[in-house]
């Protein structure tokens, strides 16, 4: 059974720091592109960041850009999110997704066939 399963997410202040863990089956992990998304109350649900299959490449939304770290371990077939200097706006519950993703295509949730649960980050001002 192929499934995503996230961890890591809590209560944190402005300009401290979270990792949020993602852990695959290890058919998702091998062949798929695994990424990020978020939804915050009221609002839709963005694009964070994704990375390639084979950890080559790397993608993120602007508002992360030189503060969020994507990374893949393939001795724990986890990917992980490393969150610094997190504002109030990155409030969210935060998913992870899995995907047979081409390039041009990773901030599009609808090319992602798995879902994470979710797990809430909360940081609070």
């Known amino acids: 059974q192929e499934q995503l399963v996230e961890s890591g997410g809590g209560l944190v202040q402005a300009g401290e720091s979270l990792k949020l863990f993602c852990t695959a089956s290890?058919?998702?992990?091998?062949?798929?592109?695994l990424g990020w998304f978020r939804q915050a109350p009221g609002n839709e649900q963005e694009f964070v960041t994704a990375?390639?299959?084979?950890?080559?490449?790397?993608f993120y939304t602007d508002s992360v850009k030189g503060r969020f770290t994507i990374s893949r371990d393939g001795a724990k077939n986890s990917v992980t999110l490393q969150m610094n200097n997190l504002k109030p706006e990155d409030t969210a519950i935060y998913y992870c997704?899995?995907?047979?993703?081409?390039?041009?295509?990773?901030?599009?949730?609808?090319?992602?066939?798995?879902w994470g649960q979710g797990t809430q980050v909360t940081v609070s001002s």
């Open positions: 997704a899995a995907g047979l993703v081409v390039d041009g295509n990773v901030e599009d949730a609808s090319k992602y066939t798995y």
């Open positions: 290890d058919t998702l992990f091998k062949i798929y592109a």
């Open positions: 990375i390639g299959w084979n950890g080559e490449n790397t």
